[in-house]
Structure formats: structure tokens, C-alpha cells
């Protein structure tokens, strides 16, 4: 040979664990700048959906790093740069990590305590993405928590209505099967709420939005948002169920914004009333790590609570198994100062690709729900009332 090098040549495996090195500070420095980009820059459309995927970002850059970390003990060729590569990986996954960390704190409170015979008000606010209210797993599911309040998102109340006349049944189907007896529909039918407590004052307004290019007749770009004023026997509680538009495009993700600007606007409207609590709760569309979404938040003194303390999948892609790894948590409540977070849990998967929020809430003097109408008499689906 004409040319031979007097470096002894690596033994195959030893090159290839060094290139899964390299990769992994590569990696690493990647995810980890695509989740900086959700604090470095909110007001852009991308920037902020990166917000969805922090909890991936951080698994992929801890890996990353750890695999890195490995090959510092290897010898490369151009081993200043790679430890250069490595360090910038390290802080930029520290940078995220501790940013993370930081809004998941931000306006959050820990439970309290619930005090002793006092009775809690369970919530449950569900996206049931267009499942039958009359479905088994559903019923079933409601007469075991027994909640004093449902929230529902993705009804489609015009299709609700004709499936239960087709069965011959009152539409909704309040006051049975686990649903309380009060049934408020927002004014295009998406926002369903069920309620043991009566209702004072409704609210419903209809968000306009812009319609992306492309989009198809079954897609409604309007939003709709409900707020109802419950007798609890103690303050009033208001009671805002959410659903903005999910951001997809850049278009949805304007849509979303202006539904928050209006969510913002009637809880300010809430607050001068100064006459009782604020729960706003429901399908976000948003990760708590966005910062528009900790904007309402601290803007309005609200404050949240997460199950087990830190933010968990809520809405999940392809298949419930995967959840963990295909998904984000959108679902989220938020109240205001004078009520107490005492619980919060996920459900079980109920055939939606979301998992119910359960949230118990400690109000003084709450009165017992009455007991439910006459099984005989059908429910009214505007009011909830039993009727002869």
C-alpha cells in the first residue's frame, strides 16, 4: 500500500457507538432548541405549538444527553468539538427543562384538604368527540362518579337530538343514567353542560373565526362560548366552559387566540360583578405550557391544579396504549381565588380520543343536589326541568 495510516484502526463496534454519540448531542441540542422556541417566541404560530410537545422534547433530550454523556469516554477525532457539541446539548436541555418547570408552577396551587362534612363539587368536563350521549361506556361511567356537573365539548347537539328521537327517548337524557337534572346547550350546540345545581343566568356567545384555505363543509371555523350562573347554596359559582379552535394552521391558531381574548373579556365582566367563584374549564386546544394560555391565567388571578401534580395526556393520538408517548395535555380548568382545588384525576378512556378531567372543589355550604326528576316524566332538553 502507497498509503497507510499509522492510526490503529477502531474496532467496527466502537465507531458505531461513537456515531450514536454524536447523534445523541445532535439530537439533543435539536429537541431542546424546538422546545425554547415555545418561550423565545409566542406570538408565532410554530414557536408556540411547540408548547404541545415539551414533555416529548425533554424525554428525547434526556436520552440524547445521557447518550452523549457515554461518549465522552470514547476517543473521536475531533473530540474538542464533540465535547463543545455535548456541553451546548446539556445547558440547552437544562434551559428547557428549568423553563418547563417554571410554568408548570406558575399560577398552580396544590389541593387542599377537603374539610370534613362538607361536600365537594365533583366537575367532570369531557371532549366527547362526537360519541352518543346514550352510550353504554359514557353512562356508565357518569353513574359511577356521580358528578354534580358535566362538561361536554364536540356534541354536535342537532345529531345528538335526532339519535335519541330515533330511539324514542327525550333528547340529552338529564336527570338519568348519571347525567344531572339542569341541561344548558350552547348556541351551536358543540358545548353541552349538565348540571345538579339550577341555573341562575346563561350566557352564550359565538366567537367568529376565519376560515382556512382549503377547508372542508364539515369544518365550522365560529366557537361558541358558554357561562352559566349556579345556585351551589353557597356563592354563585360561574361556570365557563371553553372550547377555542385547535391551532393546525396558522389561520386556526388566530382563531384560538381571539377566542381566548373573548374568554379573557367575559371573565373580566365576571369579576366586576364580584357575586360569586369563576370555573373556567374545559377543551383548551392548548398545552399549559403556552404562554398564552398562562396570560389568561395571571391576567385574571386564576389559578389551576394538575392530576398528580404535573401535566398528563389528555388528548391522545391514534390508540389510548400510546398515550404517553401521542399525545398532549389540552384539556385544563382554571378558578379564581376563592375556591379551593381539593382533587384532581383523569377518567378512564371512554371509546372519545380525550380522557375526562375530574375536579372536586371546596365551596361552603353546599347544598345537597335535589333528588333526580321523576324517571316517568320526560326531561325538557333546553332546561333540564321534567315536564308532564
Not at 447523534?23 to 422546545?35: E, N, Y
Not at 339550577?198 to 366567537?207: F, G, T
Not at 377566542?259 to 377543551?283: C, H, K, M, P, W
Not at 394538575?306 to 384539556?331: E, K, N, S
Amino acid at each position: 500500500m502507497l498509503f497507510r495510516s499509522s492510526r490503529p484502526r477502531r474496532p467496527l463496534l466502537v465507531s458505531l457507538l461513537s456515531l450514536v454519540c454524536w447523534c445523541g448531542c445532535l439530537g439533543a441540542l435539536a429537541v431542546s432548541a424546538f422546545g425554547l422556541m415555545s418561550f423565545a417566541a409566542p406570538d408565532y404560530w410554530v414557536a408556540d405549538n411547540m408548547s404541545f410537545f415539551l414533555r416529548q422534547f425533554l424525554a428525547a433530550g434526556l436520552a440524547g444527553c445521557l447518550a452523549g454523556a457515554v461518549g465522552l469516554l470514547l476517543r473521536h477525532r475531533f473530540a474538542m468539538l464533540y465535547r463543545t457539541l455535548w456541553f451546548c446539548a446539556f445547558l440547552a436541555f437544562l434551559g428547557l427543562a428549568g423553563l418547563t418547570a417554571a410554568r408548570t408552577m406558575a399560577n398552580t396551587v396544590d389541593t387542599a384538604a377537603q374539610q370534613e362534612g362538607r361536600r365537594p363539587v365533583k366537575v367532570i368536563s369531557i371532549n366527547i368527540e362526537h360519541l352518543f350521549l346514550g352510550d353504554a361506556v359514557l353512562q356508565a361511567f357518569l353513574e359511577r362518579e356521580n358528578p354534580d356537573v358535566v362538561v361536554m365539548q364536540e356534541v354536535l347537539w342537532g345529531l345528538q337530538k335526532l339519535r335519541w328521537e330515533r330511539l324514542g327517548l327525550p333528547a340529552g337524557g338529564a336527570g338519568k343514567n348519571g347525567f344531572p337534572a339542569h341541561l344548558k346547550i350552547g348556541e351551536l350546540g358543540g358545548l353541552v353542560v349538565y348540571s345538579r345545581f339550577p341555573v341562575l343566568k346563561e350566557d352564550s356567545r359565538v366567537i367568529q373565526g376565519e376560515l382556512p384555505s382549503g377547508s372542508t363543509v364539515y369544518y365550522d371555523a365560529d366557537r361558541e362560548l358558554l357561562a352559566l350562573t349556579l345556585d351551589t347554596g353557597a356563592k354563585p359559582l360561574h361556570l365557563v366552559a371553553i372550547h377555542p379552535d385547535s391551532p393546525r394552521s396558522e389561520s386556526r391558531w388566530k382563531n384560538k387566540r381571539r377566542y381566548f381574548d373573548e374568554v379573557d373579556r367575559l371573565v373580566r365582566s365576571l369579576q366586576t360583578e364580584n357575586s360569586g367563584n369563576i370555573l373556567a374549564i374545559g377543551d383548551w386546544n392548548s398545552a399549559p405550557w403556552s404562554a398564552r394560555f398562562q396570560q389568561t391565567l395571571e391576567e385574571n388571578g386564576l389559578s389551576t391544579a394538575y392530576p398528580g401534580g404535573f401535566p398528563q395526556t389528555t388528548r391522545f393520538f391514534f390508540h389510548y396504549r400510546l398515550h404517553w408517548i401521542l399525545g398532549a395535555p389540552v384539556d385544563q380548568f382554571a378558578v379564581s381565588g376563592g375556591v379551593q382545588v381539593t382533587d384532581v384525576s383523569l377518567g378512564p378512556h371512554i371509546g372519545s380520543d380525550h380522557l375526562p378531567l375530574i375536579v372536586e372543589l371546596a365551596l361552603e355550604d353546599v347544598q345537597q343536589p335535589a333528588a333526580d326528576p321523576d324517571p316517568q316524566s320526560p326531561a325538557d332538553p333546553e332546561t333540564g326541568e321534567s315536564v308532564d
